[in-house]
């Protein structure tokens, strides 16, 4: 018998113990209004004596203080009145180098252990200042002040502190003059007050959170930003110009530091974990279920290796506070991705990048944290229900930093222990994964070389041989200058990839998607003999990336067929090579009816290394903010008007030929000011003469109920009809006889992803997530490939026996997650997850309600955890 336990009791008990705990934390605490404060006797060293001085236009000097300084959000101690004020503060969005609407100014302090800010945001209505409550890094439409420190004056690196009026910390780090970290996390304070003259922010940055070198005298680099979210304005001190290329490059400079310590740091963080889980047997739609109570406890250290470097290691890290992927249905030819959102694998991972493919801003590379930790890759073939979902990670270390002289060096390694199938089979044998990279910058940062390496070695036994790569490697080498005043870039990467096994796994190595040799009609065959595999990749490109309103990038790059690096890289296919170009209008003042603008225009072409075309297209779309913040955005596209082929649509089989297409996009989302904004996209795309098409709309809202209450809603709802869907290979791919066959798939797709989020305090909170997904299809029209480089569309294909069914997969995940975090980097969550999953009911027919009502109706898979941890640092 199972115990279905419904979804609300549960997440009404954490909101209950959320809100009492902060209730009592409020009862507890002392009275916050200023009036009841007795202000500090505070006495200026003899030494700095000197009046307060105003900052340049890029030049701001700190001052030092021996005594102590209370963190309360006002500028109440003397020592406040020692240091210079920041006041020149200019608009930087939506006008660049405008007059802000209101004033701002700053002060710097420091002493042996802390550096002291304080922000006074000048605002003439108060009551209009917005500070919404949320779960610490998490960005709300509201009020913010940053701070950020280029400690190593590189201008290249750099720190960020924000907070809102409510007390909210985010920070995040910058890397490569721009890019920005935002898993990084530090230990630090910040206060903040509203009063009758708009609202302030004092920062207590502890010294050892930051990375300086070992010298007498130090100048950092700052840049001061202030957002007013209701007039959609954001002010910086000194002027980031959009127009320009970089960020950190762009800080002004932070003197007078003299004496600092050496800077340490060592944080130690144990943690212990106890888990109830279900554990389901059977396949029926009510299965049968037991439970199961586990413990865990780990460990994590992070250590300051001289001023230079950061050692970070986990042993027996879990994750199980970590929002579950969203639910997908993969019918196409390669592998799904999926964002890394494990803490350790996401902070300071930056210096591993090495991007070889990027789409739309997604890019993949030679290092792809989740394969640390895998679904085991052979539950499928030696797993059983009692089979872990994944690898466990037996332990991790990466060490990161950066010279005085440019030099950025990164290595990260990590263990992975077997993971047991049926019959104490291997499901996933020990892996050992090693990252390293090394990025040198000169002229400034202005060229840049850089190096990597991966390696993988797996301890193989008699299960896993015939079927895993037993070592892995990959290297490579990429560069990039800037010239023409810094507004033009050329940039590249060479890289090669050696990966190593037993016969058989290299013949699945070459026979995978990801490489195709056994295609009957292509120019590769396979070699069963062979016990290595090597491949190379390079890439060439010429972009715009600052000056004026325009941006440009154009490239090629090729990828040889033998090219291999998904045992710690992403890769959906090698054998190609593809050229793109790309172009953008922009604005950087606003107008009568826009805020901002952008219009751009897309070409790509790519073809197999043997030069058979498999793709080409184009299109033009824009975005715009309105006048009345309303955010628009269409596009519309055409590919394939030229002969091109798909030669992995056959999975193995001969290339197929594909036809003209169109497709398009559009969406709005409303005032985001307001507590409730909806929006709406809306997708289509039409093919194969009109045999072929899509439509999916998706409607969203996001709201806010108070400013501790907020959440938000999507639905995706969609029905597509392609008429050459792949079913299956009757017979072996590449070998003669093999029927390829293809059916008309009618497929409905609906979701929904829910996010409700209550905040007690900035430090105690309720955040709940849940996503239904249910997709369906049906295939007709069963047919064979026949002649699939035809033009003539009918003529590629004939008719085959049977009826090739369909399918029906249901899926619901969710977590509900209250975070209390107890002391500075200390934490405490209840977590709560729960699965529901079905398939093969009711395949090939979809009815929303029946459906929804199977998928709520299946067992659940029910796991309950409590971990917390304490953190221990210098």
Known sequence: ????????????????????????????????????????????????????????????????????????????????????????????????????????????????????????????????????????????????IAIMIDSYLDKRTGYAFMINPAGVQRDWYVYNDGVEDLTWDAVWDAKTVVDSLGWSAEFRIPLNQLRFPDQPEHTFGILVLREVQRRGERYSWPLLRRSRVGVVSQFGELGGFAGLPRSRRLEIRPYLVERNVTRLRGNGPLRDASRAQEHAAGLDVKYGLGANFTI??????????????????????????????????????????????CNDGQCTGLFYPRRIGRAPQLAGLHGDNATSQFSPILGAAKMTGRLPSGLSIGVLDAVTGRTNGAQGRTAEPQTNYMVARAVQELRGGNSVVGVMATGVQRALD?????????????????????????????????????????????????????????????????????????????????????????????????????????????????????????????????????????????????????????????????????????????????????????????????????????????????????????????????????????????????????????????????????????????????????????????????????????TASPTLSLQVYAQPFITTGRFTNWRQLADPRATDYDARFTPYDGDPGGFNVKEFRSNVVARWEYRPGSTLFFVWQQGRSQSGVDAGSFDLSRDVGNLFGSAPNNTFLVKASYWFGR
Request: glycine share 10%.
């Open 1 to 144: 018998m199972i115990t279905r336990i419904r979804p609300y009791t549960v997440t009404a008990l954490l909101a209950t113990i959320v809100l009492t705990v902060s209730a009592s934390a409020r009862a507890q605490a002392q009275p916050s209004s200023v009036a009841a404060r007795t202000e500090p006797s505070l006495v200026l060293d003899a030494a700095n004596r000197a009046p307060a001085s105003r900052a340049t236009d890029r030049l701001v000097t700190a001052f030092r203080t021996r005594t102590p300084m209370e963190l309360d959000g006002i500028d109440r101690e003397l020592a406040w009145r020692g240091a210079p004020v920041i006041e020149a503060f200019r608009e930087m969005q939506p006008n660049e180098d405008g007059d802000p609407a209101f004033a701002t100014e700053a002060r710097v302090v420091y002493d042996d252990s802390h550096l002291y800010l304080h922000v006074r945001a000048f605002d003439p209505s108060p009551d209009s200042i917005v500070g919404l409550l949320s779960r610490r890094d998490q960005r709300t439409p509201s009020d913010y």
């Open 462 to 758: 008699d299960w896993s041989t015939p079927y895993l790569r037993r070592s892995a490697w990959s290297g490579g080498l990429d560069a990039r200058h800037r010239f023409g005043g810094n507004r033009f870039e050329v940039s590249g990467f060479l890289a090669a990839s050696h990966v190593r096994g037993d016969t058989a796994a290299m013949s699945r190595t070459q026979r995978s998607l990801v490489h195709a040799y056994m295609r009957p009609d292509g120019a590769l065959t396979v070699d069963d003999t062979r016990t290595a595999l090597n491949g190379t990749a390079g890439e060439l490109s010429l972009r715009k990336v600052g000056g004026g309103r325009t941006r440009f990038a154009m490239g090629y790059q090729r990828k040889s067929a033998g090219f291999e690096i998904n045992d710690v890289g992403f890769l959906t296919r090698s054998d190609i090579q593809s050229q793109y170009a790309w172009g953008q209008l922009f604005s950087l003042q606003p107008t009568a009816r826009f805020r901002r603008f952008g219009v751009n225009v897309n070409q790509w072409a790519s073809w197999n290394t043997a030069g058979l075309p498999l793709n080409h297209g184009g299109n033009v779309n824009g975005n715009a903010e309105l006048a009345n913040f309303w955010n628009v955005y269409a596009g519309i596209g055409v590919e394939n008007l030229l002969p091109a082929f798909d030669d992995r649509a056959a999975r193995g089989g001969p290339a197929v030929r594909r036809n003209a297409g169109v497709f398009g996009w559009s969406g709005l989302d409303t005032d985001g000011r307001r507590p409730i904004v909806p929006g709406l996209s809306l997708n289509w795309g039409l093919g194969d003469g009109g045999r072929s098409w899509n439509v999916s709309a998706g409607p969203r809202v996001q709201f806010r109920g108070s400013s501790r209450v907020q959440g938000s809603v999507s639905v995706n709802s969609g029905r597509a009809v392609r008429d050459w869907q792949w079913v299956g290979n009757v017979g072996a791919a590449g070998a003669d006889g093999t029927a390829y066959t293809f059916a008309t798939l009618d497929q409905h797709t609906h979701s929904l992803t829910a996010r409700f989020d209550v």
């Open 312 to 357: 970070d290691a986990t042993v027996n890290p879990d994750f199980g506070q970590v929002e579950a992927d969203p639910a997908v249905l993969n019918l196409s030819a390669f592998e799904q991705f999926f964002q890394e959102r494990r803490p350790f694998f996401i902070e300071g991972v930056g210096i591993f990048r090495y991007d070889i493919d």
